[in-house]
C-alpha cells in the first residue's frame, strides 16, 4: 500500500531553518506531483508548497514565498520542504501528500497523505 512519512519536524527558534523530509513508497513515486500542507491548533489544513512529477512547476502560498523551497529526488523517493526564517506563526504539523495530474493546492485533490511531523517555533 502507499506510504507516505514525513521526518524532520521540531523545534526552533524564530528565524531558524529545519528541512523537512517525505519518503514515499508503494507509488511509482517519479509520475507523483507532492504537496506539502500544515494545521495548526484549531486550523484548517493549509496549502505550504507543492511539486510536479518532473519538478520543473512549484507552487508556493504568499505566507511562505521566499522562506520555503520544496524539491524532490525521485531517485530516492523523497521529497523535501526547506524552511527558512521561521516564524512562530509557522508552528503546525505538516503533512505531505501526492497526486497524479497536475499539481495542485487544496487538499482535496491529493490522493494519499503522510502522518504528519510537527514544527514548533519558539519566539
Known amino acids: 500500500q502507499v506510504q507516505l512519512v514525513e521526518s524532520g519536524g521540531g523545534l526552533v527558534q524564530a528565524g531558524g531553518s529545519l528541512r523537512l523530509s517525505c519518503a514515499a513508497s508503494?507509488?511509482?513515486?517519479?509520475?507523483?506531483?507532492m504537496g506539502w500542507f500544515r494545521q495548526g491548533p484549531g486550523k484548517g489544513r493549509e496549502f505550504v508548497a507543492a511539486?510536479?512529477?518532473?519538478?520543473?512547476?512549484?507552487s508556493f502560498p504568499d505566507s511562505v514565498k521566499g522562506r520555503f523551497t520544496i524539491s524532490r529526488d525521485n531517485a530516492e523517493n523523497t521529497v523535501y520542504l526547506q524552511m527558512n526564517s521561521l516564524k512562530p506563526e509557522d508552528t503546525a504539523v505538516y503533512y505531505c501528500?501526492?497526486?497524479?495530474?497536475?499539481?495542485?493546492?487544496?487538499?482535496?485533490?491529493?490522493?494519499?497523505w503522510g502522518q504528519g511531523t510537527q514544527v514548533t517555533v519558539s519566539s
Open positions: 511539486i510536479s512529477w518532473n519538478a520543473r512547476s512549484t
Open positions: 501528500a501526492a497526486r497524479r495530474h497536475s499539481i495542485a493546492t487544496t487538499p482535496e485533490e491529493y490522493d494519499y
Open positions: 508503494g507509488l511509482t513515486f517519479g509520475t507523483y506531483n
